[in-house]
């Protein structure tokens, strides 16, 4: 697994009711390279840093998906999960989230923040606009 830092200031991102980032927040796109393309095969996912909070970067079905990275029940490392039909699954308890919302699976509730993800020129890229 290869785990990128990078630093980064948006202090107009809007927040969920439970403090994170809201996956609706008003756009200003800001493409941040976080990891190359070649490190991130089919079917799994890696970690990265994005200003202290972990993101989970996965490539399933040939499309990438980007959601934060801990599970919200008691914190597993979702990039290290199961991936399903457009959903992760926590490796601890099972928790799934829907890849694309960061909604829980079993109560439809948003839990995670999504994030859209490109790749370009061999590199992949999460839009932490605005
Ligand atoms: S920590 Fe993810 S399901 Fe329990």
Redesign the pocket.
Known sequence: MVLYQIQLDFPQIAKLPNGRPSQNRVSSMAYEQVALSETLVEGQGIEVIWQGNVIAVFRHGGVLYAIDGI?M????PLARGKLCQGTIE?P????TYDLKTGNNTATCQPMLSSYRVREQAGKIEIDFGT
């Open positions: 599970c029940h008691q914190g597993g926590c601890w308890h099972g928790w």
